[in-house]
């Protein structure tokens, strides 16, 4: 499983963003995903993730009702659109892919199984 996340950039407070994760390799549909984020000096923390069909979604209380996760399973595409952008999510993002057989959406990044190479999002305030 190869992970390709993109998107990110420089924008203003109160702005958006829309990060993309393109995956490859095994078939997309059959794992949950999962956006991660870590900005400077700080650990990595969970963001939002997905379940395979997309029909189940989980977000960090920190990005709810701002941020809204999605995937399309025949692009093998997953999404994090991001808005009303504060400083405070200034960070590297990374996708990522949980393979395991439960239906559970897992939060803890040790859970996940690959990672994408992450993209820079900057706020200026």
């Known amino acids: 499983v190869q992970l390709q996340a993109c998107g990110g950039g420089l924008v203003q407070a109160g702005g958006s963003l829309r990060l993309s994760c393109a995956a490859s390799g095994r078939a997309f549909s059959n794992y949950k995903m999962g956006w991660f984020r870590q900005g400077p000096g700080k650990e990595r923390e969970f963001v939002a993730a997905?379940?395979?069909?997309?029909?189940?979604?989980s977000y960090a209380d920190s990005v709810k009702g701002r941020f809204t996760i999605s995937r399309d399973n025949a692009k093998n595409t997953m999404y994090l659109q991001m808005n009303s952008l504060v400083p405070e999510d200034m960070a590297v993002y990374y996708c990522a892919a949980d393979l395991s057989y439960s239906a559970v959406i897992r939060t803890a990044p040790q859970r996940y199984d690959y990672w994408g190479q992450g993209t820079l999002v900057t706020v200026s305030s």
């Open positions: 997905i379940s395979r069909s997309g029909g189940g979604t």
